[in-house]
């Protein structure tokens, strides 16, 4: 298992960890599964088409999803809605790896969402090996 960590900069936003995955991944000549979890509950993690503009309209629809209500969170009932979105697109992303290179679509890229930023984010990674 490998750890490593994002710095999110915003309360709320798209980042981009395509690039740090594959290089965890280190070019060895795998052929299996990659796993990424994000251990935090205001974030979340899966595959999206980055285009200029993109980050902020999946931006909009999330905060659209999920109203603003009277939330009964004692700790701080002001990011429940952060807590629901990460619970809603999930906290891990499974991606198949071919000849040590992740096997994304033409315009797929793993990101990552922060729900309730700015903060260091830490992430765990695991490598599986078709037998």
Known sequence: MQHFSVKTRKKREVIDITDQVEELIGGKKLTGACRVFILHTTAALTTADLDPGTDLDMLDAFEAMV???RY???????????????A???TSVSLPVENGRLLLGTWQRVILLEFDGP??????LSLSSET
């Open 67 to 69: 109203p603003k209500l």
């Open 119 to 124: 903060r260091q984010r830490e992430l765990a």
């Open 72 to 86: 009964r969170h004692p700790h701080n009932p002001a990011h429940v809605g952060d807590h629901i979105l990460s």
């Open 88 to 90: 809603l697109i999930g």
